[in-house]
Structures are given as structure tokens and as C-alpha cells.
């Protein structure tokens, strides 16, 4: 367990700013930074960081928090881990409190697969460098691939002995189980026996994006050997190979830095791009392109260039995780190496600035690459060739770009022979199709603009809205002035320079709010203040109550902030929120008052429909009036209130 006092020095320490730019290319936005959603494969940016509250809020996905909650979120990490990966970033030496035997059997257990696998990356480097067996077979297939001794270290490349139980035995004499070790894909478990599962192999270590070893892969050498040329270890906790890509750690601040990643398919591509000085770029690792590798692509860059082998079968059949990367608004282009070359042969061959002139050079856009692959296979087969279009075609819809789409079809067109027209017609078709299978959208929630204006005949205000939904925004309105402003000044004709907080509380004193997690935040403010602590939404980002600290995280991003330069700009002052603050509480709480005087109305007009005598009629009907007369009353004031 991480000593208290660790923890607070961890949060003292942490810029939110800088922990997140590790792992997502933030852009400034007034006072605020904002980004694609790491979470999610959206087309328009809705991830925002708030550095003056240390928060980050995800508006496509719901999640949001701290710097800490980031880190948890977006690499799966554990608490701890995450503590202990902020540590390691400002370099905080991590102090821990003593722990029972029983706390430590029940330590958290993707914390216990971190450190097994983290045992085997050294035992399979220690293999590497200091065994005859290692340094006579592993090392030195690394020095014929060229590999120098500094790229070994930095990819952290090692090797498995010729063993059936060369790690489980050096494992389990440092006290792990045989579980566990199974648990982490680097034992098989079968019938009762255990054995190691990388054997006579060199091994790559597959890192997450903050550098901790998930996984393995390795590469046998032997030619005698049946099994496969490379295996990788299975899924875990830990490891979703749809998730992964390699070489993102090692490459990702030169992804962000150059603003292009390179796209290859094997480790080896990635390892002799590294040494060649090309540091922006990851591999597939073989397997067909994902939807989450996609998305963790475009966390640090949305230009790609995918680096096919010279090997036109190969191509081909790479082919379909080409649109994945166009349905994720990424820009692609693609460039083919020469026959029998892959990045790998080819980067050793010209060196770095050779291979990246010649990248320069041949790289096209993807939809023109595509047209010009498929065509060579067509011939003068028509059959073939409207197959091929259809597909181009297909292609381009998964742009949601509608003027990239022109200039694709109209490129497509005079590659393909074919009329413009006809190409737009499938295209169009491809959409409606696609529109059609989509669900349609949850309705948004209401805003201002839904709402009808002051005053309204009460009847006709009943029949347009769902009370209860207005009267949950209300709510959240009136909380989110609260929150954000708690500690503010206002001026008030019956007191100079009072704290928001204790005119909020007063107008709001006989409203009992129907969300229970707003009720929470209300009592927690009036009992703050009865203590004679003045607070805002900053002290609830700790408190024990998850629904607390998500409510105040989410009322604390805005989305939408002014641009610092827009009315100097334009010479027109736009009053700021933090000008009206009275105005705006004022009226928030007065609109939250008329909307319960309406569902009251709604209520008893309901009970109308089962009286069972006259004077149960009229005693309605007078409440009725009364009610209306006070909501008459409320819309007249609210019509007389400036809020800016």
C-alpha cells in the first residue's frame, strides 16, 4: 500500500496537461486543451482538459476525472499502478506501508501479472546476453539481422533456451506460482503438467503505451522445427492483441512529433526502421487491423502511411484494413517497396534519409493506390472491373469528409473510365444503405433553446414538455453555477461581497432536489458552511462518493469556451457568465421553481380525471388557480431579469 503522505506528493507534482499529452496530441482551446476521444472512434474532438481543475472530460464517452483517473482509464491500469507510473514520470520515489501476509496474498492481481511478466522480459534478456546458448544462437541472429548492440537494449530483445522448463524453474525458485505464471500466457497448463510456452525462440517483448511489458512474441530459428515461425502469447488481463500495436512506446513521441505514423506488419520492420533513425512507426504484427488500433493511431497523429512489402499477393490481402483506417478520419496514404523488399531489407539498405526520400517520393493517397492494385488484376474482365468499382467505391463512403469524397470519385472516375455520374449513384446508394442499418441517435437532452419563452399560457406549457425532464436540467443548471462559482463574490443589495454559496443556499432553501446525487452536493455546501468553510466544486473532486466526483466533473467541463482573441477580433464585448453570476443563479433557481409550480399544476390537474365528489372538484380547482397565479407570477419576473 503507497503511503499517504507518497500520494499527496503525487498529486502536488502532477500537470495534467503533461500526463495526458503523453498519450493523446492535445490542442489549445481558450483556457482549455482539447483532442480526439482516446476512448472512442469519434470524427469531431469532445475530449477536453480543464488544467486550471486538474481535470479531463471525455464528452463522446461520459468518463472523465484527474490525472490519475486518466492514466487508469486509458491504459487499464490499477490505482496503484497508475500511482506508481505518475511516480515514475516526475521521479517521486514511491514509499509503501508494511503489509500483512494476508494483504499481500490479496495484492491486486493485473499488479502481480505486471511483475511476472516484467521477470521474464529480464530473464529472457539475461538469457540473451550471459548463456552460451543465448549469446551463440540468440545474439547472434540479432548481429546478422544487422541489429546493433543498442537497438537489442532499447527493444528490450531477448531469448527462451531450448528448454521445457528453463523459465517456469528459474520462476518458481524466485517464488512465483505456477498459476499465475500460466495466468500471464508464459506456461501451459495441460494435464497436470507445465512447461514454458516460448522454447529455443527469440523473444520481442510487447510493451502498452506506458511501457510495461504485456506480452511476448517469439520467432524460432531452428528449420527442423514444425510449429509455427512466430507465436504470440495468448489473451489476459493484461493482453488484447486487437488493442496492441508494436512499437507504439518506443514511437509514439515521434508519431506526435513528425505527425505521420508509419504503418508495417512485423516487429523486425519496426526494430531496423528504429536503427535507420525512423522512429515513427509500429506494426500490425501480422494480424488483420483493428477498430482499437486504429484508435490509438489517432491519440498522436491522424496522417498514416501504410508501408506495404514488395509482394503484390501480400498486398492484396492488406488490403482490407485499409478502410478501417479510412472509417477512422484517419489520412491515409500507402507506398509499395520494391519486389522482394520490406521495410526491414530496405531501410538497412538505403539508411534513413534514403528511405524516407523515397517514401516521399512513391507514397500516393490510398484511394489511388487501391484503384491502381485492384485494376491490374481485372484485365479486360468487365465482371472483374465493376467488382473493382464497387469496392473503390465502398472505399470512399467510409470518408466522412463530403468534399474529400467529390475529389475521390472524381479522381476514381478517370482512373476507372467511368462516367463520374455513375460512380456518385453507387456511392449514394452505399450511404443510404448504410444510414438505414445505423440506429438513430438517443434525443439529446434539452437546452434553452428547447424550451419555450416567458410567459406561456399554462396549458399550453403542460402539453409541450415533459416536466420532469426540464425540471432535471433546471437542476443541473442551478448546480453547475454552483459548483463551478461556489466561492465567488457577488454583490447583492442587502449585503456587499457575498459568497455565491450563501445567496444560492438562501433562494434555494425550500427546493428539494429530486437528484439525489445534486441533494448530496447542496447538503455537503451548506454543511461546509455552517462549519464556516466556503468551498466550490474543487473539494468534492476527492470525496469518497464516485456519483459525487463524476457529477462535479462533469459540471465543471465546459465544451464550448469563447475564444480569448474572438471579440477583440470582432471589437464586440460578449459578457461573461462570471459577470451575471447573482443574475444567473437568481434566474436558474427561479426557472427551477416555476418548472416544479408546473408539474405541480400537471399533478393536480391529473387528479381531476378520478374525483368522486363536487367538493374535491372545487378544492382542486382552487389549488389549480393559486398554483397558476404564482407561476404567472414567476414568468413575469423572470421576463424582467437580465442575465447578460
Known amino acids: 500500500m503507497i503511503n499517504p503522505s507518497t ?83 516526475y521521479g517521486i520515489e514511491i514509499i509503501e506501508e508494511e503489509q500483512s501476509d494476508e494483504a499481500q496474498e490479496a495484492q491486486n492481481k493485473r499488479e502481480s501479472l505486471f511483475i511476472v511478466l516484467n521477470f521474464a522480459n529480464e530473464y529472457f534478456q539475461r538469457v540473451l546476453h550471459t548463456s552460451d546458448e543465448g549469446k551463440a544462437i540468440g545474439l547472434t541472429y540479432f548481429k546478422e539481422r544487422g541489429f546493433t548492440e543498442e537497438t537489442i537494449k532499447k527493444f528490450e530483445l531477448g531469448y527462451s533456451k531450448e528448454l521445457w522448463d528453463g523459465l517456469l524453474n528459474e520462476a518458481t525458485q524466485k517464488g512465483y506460482n505456477k498459476e499465475l505464471l500460466a495466468e500471464a500466457g508464459l506456461v501451459i497448463d495441460k494435464d497436470g503438467k507445465n512447461y514454458d510456452r516460448f522454447r529455443s525462440r527469440v523473444m520481442f517483448p510487447i510493451h502498452n503505451v506506458s511501457g510495461k511489458t504485456i506480452a511476448f512474441g517469439g520467432r524460432k530459428l531452428s528449420s527442423t522445427d514444425k510449429s509455427a515461425k512466430y507465436i504470440n502469447s495468448p489473451e489476459t488481463e493484461l493482453y488484447h492483441k486487437s488493442k496492441v500495436l508494436y512499437g507504439m512506446f518506443q514511437g509514439k513521441n515521434s508519431i506526435r512529433k513528425e505527425d505521420n505514423c508509419y504503418l508495417v506488419e512485423g516487429y523486425t520492420d519496426v526494430i531496423s526502421m528504429h536503427q535507420a533513425g525512423i522512429e515513427n512507426v509500429v506494426a500490425s504484427s501480422g494480424t488483420a487491423l483493428t477498430e482499437s488500433q486504429v484508435k490509438l493511431i489517432r491519440r498522436y497523429s491522424e496522417n498514416v502511411t501504410v508501408i506495404f512489402d514488395g509482394d503484390q499477393a501480400g498486398i492484396k490481402a492488406s488490403m482490407r484494413g485499409i478502410d478501417l483506417l479510412l472509417e477512422g478520419d484517419l489520412n491515409v496514404k500507402a507506398v509499395a517497396l520494391p519486389e522482394g523488399e520490406d521495410p526491414d531489407s530496405y531501410a538497412k539498405q538505403l539508411g534513413a534519409s534514403g528511405f524516407r526520400d523515397y517514401v516521399a517520393e512513391e507514397a500516393q493517397d490510398i484511394i489511388r493506390f487501391k484503384t491502381k492494385v485492384l485494376l491490374d488484376d481485372t484485365g479486360n474482365d468487365p465482371v472483374k472491373k465493376a467488382g473493382v468499382i464497387k469496392d473503390i467505391v465502398s472505399s470512399i463512403t467510409k470518408i466522412s469528409d463530403p468534399v474529400k469524397r467529390t475529389v475521390y470519385i472524381k479522381e476514381c472516375s478517370d482512373l476507372l473510365g467511368i462516367a463520374e455520374s455513375v460512380l456518385v449513384a453507387e456511392q449514394n446508394k452505399i450511404l443510404i444503405e448504410n444510414r438505414k442499418s445505423q440506429k438513430r441517435d438517443e434525443p439529446a437532452a434539452p437546452s434553452y433553446e428547447d424550451m419555450p419563452p416567458f410567459p406561456m399560457e399554462q396549458d399550453e406549457l403542460v402539453d409541450q414538455l415533459d416536466i420532469g425532464k426540464i425540471i432535471e436540467f433546471q437542476e443541473k443548471e442551478s448546480i453547475r453555477v454552483l459548483v463551478n462559482y461556489g466561492k465567488n463574490k457577488i454583490q447583492t443589495r442587502e449585503v456587499q461581497d457575498q459568497n455565491l454559496i450563501e445567496y444560492f443556499l438562501n433562494e434555494a432553501d425550500e427546493i428539494q432536489f429530486t437528484n439525489e446525487t445534486y441533494r448530496k452536493i447542496v447538503d455537503i455546501f451548506r454543511e461546509r458552511l455552517n462549519e464556516g468553510e466556503v468551498i466550490d466544486g474543487e473539494y468534492l473532486l476527492n470525496h469518497d462518493d464516485e456519483d459525487i466526483r463524476k457529477t462535479v466533473i462533469d459540471l465543471s467541463a465546459d465544451k464550448y469556451e469563447l475564444s480569448e482573441n474572438w471579440s477583440e477580433k470582432y471589437q464586440i464585448h460578449v459578457p461573461r457568465e462570471t459577470e451575471f453570476l447573482r443574475d444567473v443563479t437568481y434566474t436558474n433557481v427561479l426557472r427551477l421553481k416555476f418548472r416544479i409550480v408546473q408539474q405541480l399544476i400537471q399533478e393536480e390537474t391529473a387528479k381531476l380525471k378520478h374525483a368522486t365528489n363536487e367538493s374535491e372538484v372545487d378544492e382542486l380547482l382552487d389549488d389549480i388557480n393559486e398554483l397558476k397565479k404564482v407561476s404567472v407570477e414567476i414568468a413575469k419576473i423572470l421576463g424582467n431579469v437580465l442575465v447578460g
Open 7 to 89: 500520494i499527496e506528493e503525487i498529486k502536488n507534482r502532477i500537470d495534467i496537461v503533461e500526463v495526458v499529452g503523453d498519450f493523446v496530441t492535445l490542442k489549445r482551446s481558450g483556457s482549455s486543451y482539447k483532442a480526439l476521444s482516446p476512448f472512442t472512434n469519434e470524427k469531431t474532438p469532445s475530449f477536453y482538459v480543464v488544467p486550471s481543475k486538474g481535470i479531463f472530460k471525455d464528452f463522446s464517452s461520459g468518463k472523465g476525472g484527474d490525472a490519475i483517473t486518466f492514466v487508469m482509464e486509458v491504459d487499464g491500469l490499477s490505482y496503484v499502478e497508475a500511482l506508481k507510473y505518475l511516480a515514475g514520470k
